[in-house]
């Protein structure tokens, strides 16, 4: 199985910017896919933004198209969510989700990470 561990979140001023992290460890395993989601308190948990592995191409939910840029790593297995001109709307505990393949039994599966929090002040 994957594990995923996010970090960078914490703390910022309105207009501020974070960069999450999400460092994915295991063993045979191809990642197809990795998600940002994020989960505001008395609300359903959120796509914000994915990224294939292999092709690179990514969507973003309508709020943060322009301010939020995913990317990632690689050679680190390691993707990052930039995040610019935060808004309090914006504060949401963030999950990374991989989309997984594993290779042993031939299936594909889904993992997730702890979250990590951001609080955005007006």
């Known amino acids: 199985q994957v594990q995923l561990v996010e970090s960078g979140g914490g703390l910022v001023q309105a207009g501020g910017s974070l960069r999450l992290s999400c460092a994915a460890s295991g063993s045979r395993f191809s990642i197809n896919r990795i998600n940002w989601y994020r989960q505001a308190p008395g609300n359903q948990r959120e796509l914000v933004a994915g990224?294939?592995?292999?092709?690179?191409?990514?969507n973003y939910t309508d709020s943060v198209k322009g301010r939020f840029t995913i990317s990632r790593d690689n050679a680190k297995n390691t993707v990052y969510l930039q995040m610019n001109s935060l808004t309090p709307e914006d504060t949401a505990v963030y999950y990374c989700?991989?989309?997984?393949?594993?290779?042993?039994?031939?299936?594909?599966?889904?993992?997730w990470g702890q979250g990590t929090q951001v609080t955005v002040s007006s």
């Open positions: 990224i294939s592995v292999a092709r690179g191409s990514t």
């Open positions: 989700n991989a989309l997984y393949f594993r290779t042993v039994v031939g299936l594909f599966d889904s993992s």
